[in-house]
T-cell receptor
Framework: DAGVIQSPRHEVTEMGQEVTLRCKPI?????LFWYRQTMMRGLELLIY????????DSGMPEDRFSAKMPNASFSTLKIQPSEPRDSAVYFC???????????FGPGTRLTVL | KNEVEQSPQNLTAQEGEFITINCSYS?????LHWLQQHPGGGIVSLFM???GKKKHGRLIATINIQEKHSSLHITASHPRDSAVYIC???????????FGKGTRLHILP
């Protein structure tokens, strides 16, 4: 398996633009997590899915953020409109079962100018 | 006070030294996770623990549920162990995942 795949790896955009981050989980993994990492706040959980259903989205900063998992092999995290304070590295991670190790994607480094 | 506290925040040691990184938490948990983040930014899961002790190569993780404390040990440390080590817990009450701020480890050759 290729591991967790995220795209794009880097994204630079201007304030106000829509940004879509993508994640392909490891096949067979039923949990998918979206994290954000900044220097100020460290790692934060944004949302996680179990069997494609959002379980906890309390970490999503505000209505500008939305995440979907239309099927077991694909998830998106969308920011609309983007703001400079959204600049961060966004990680997707997946796991099989609730108490097994997580596998992280390489992350998407987002810069909003 | 943070619900997950790590110590030390920064640690510099000589190659070969035995390293201990600590994680204390204040909530009831169902699992604790140790992560390693390399200077390039990639994150690797090291251990998922709910009790006892786990070992993988030179890495050992222990957890004491009663004391709400976990330790990550590295034996015969090597410069390639230089990374940020992050402790994360899953709250038993609401299933939330809470991260520590990380311990930055630097092993000198």
């Amino acid at each position: 398996d290729a591991g967790v795949i995220q795209s794009p790896r880097h994204e630079v955009t201007e304030m106000g633009q829509e940004v879509t981050l993508r994640c392909k989980p490891i096949s067979g993994h039923d949990y998918l997590f979206w994290y954000r990492q900044t220097m100020m706040r460290g790692l934060e959980l944004l949302i996680y899915f179990n069997n494609n259903v959002p379980i906890d989205d309390s970490g999503m900063p505000e209505d500008r953020f939305s995440a979907k998992m239309p099927n077991a092999s694909f998830s998106t995290l969308k920011i609309q409109p983007s703001e400079p304070r959204d600049s961060a590295v966004y990680f997707c991670a997946t796991q099989q079962g609730p108490y097994n190790e997580q596998f992280f994607g390489p992350g998407t480094r987002l810069t909003v100018l | 006070k943070n619900e997950v506290e790590q110590s030390p925040q920064n640690l510099t040691a000589q190659e070969g030294e035995f390293i201990t990184i600590n994680c204390s938490y204040s909530v009831g948990i169902s699992a604790l996770h140790w992560l390693q983040q390399h200077p390039g930014g990639g994150i690797v899961s090291l251990f998922m623990l709910s009790s006892g002790k786990k070992k993988h190569g030179r890495l050992i993780a222990t957890i004491n549920i009663q004391e709400k404390h976990s330790s990550l040990h590295i034996t015969a440390s090597h410069p390639r162990d230089s990374a940020v080590y992050i402790c994360a817990v899953r709250s038993h009450r609401d299933d939330k995942i809470i991260f520590g701020k990380g311990t930055r480890l630097h092993i000198l050759p």
